[in-house]
């Protein structure tokens, strides 16, 4: 699945205790329109999989194509992450919103999860957005790249 680029997404959430987790992520989908539901698939390893499950909620922040740094800082296993990225707690659920590299946030509820083999599928009602145009960020042959020319806007 390398070899198909697709967008990239941020999701984070909140612990038990209130901390914030987040990883980037490239398996997200669209499930329903009416009511909008999103599935993404997290580790079972993942801390962010844990706070996901202990809070019940989530954002996606889908990032900016000049938001490399902060997919690979994600990505990566750095403990400070949030230390080294913009964000504020989501409106409804106070989930994290990285707001100033993602150019569309989602905050949805947990609905289901799916334990599948070493992943867990979260499906999850949408329950707020907040959204500017702007080019996305791409993954795809292994590397980042912007949304390409006169499709980007």
């Given amino acids: 699945m390398s070899a198909f680029p697709t967008g ?5 959430a ?3 205790a209130d901390r914030p987790h987040g990883m980037t992520c490239t398996s997200l989908t669209s499930v329903t329109v009416s009511p909008p539901i999103l599935l993404t698939c997290l580790d079972v390893r993942s801390g962010t999989l844990g706070a996901v499950l202990d809070s019940g909620a989530f954002a996606v922040n889908l990032l900016r194509a000049d938001s490399r740094r902060t997919a690979e800082l994600f990505a990566s296993a750095a403990p400070d992450r949030f230390d080294r990225a913009a964000w504020r707690p989501s409106r409804l659920l106070g989930v ?3 707001h100033a590299d993602s150019f569309a946030r989602a905050e949805c509820a947990v ?3 799916v334990d599948v083999g070493d992943h867990v ?11 500017e145009r702007d080019v996305p960020l791409l993954y795809g042959l292994s590397g980042f790249a ?7 806007l």
Avoid: F, H, N, R
Wanted: glycine letters at 10%; proline letters at 9%; hydrophobic letters at 55%.
């Fill in 8 to 12: 990239v997404a941020v999701i984070t």
């Fill in 14 to 16: 909140v612990d038990a």
């Fill in 96 to 98: 994290p919103w990285l």
């Fill in 111 to 113: 609905k289901k999860t």
């Fill in 121 to 131: 599928i979260v499906i999850g009602g949408v329950v707020s957005i907040d959204q």
């Fill in 146 to 152: 912007p949304w390409p020319g006169e499709m980007a």
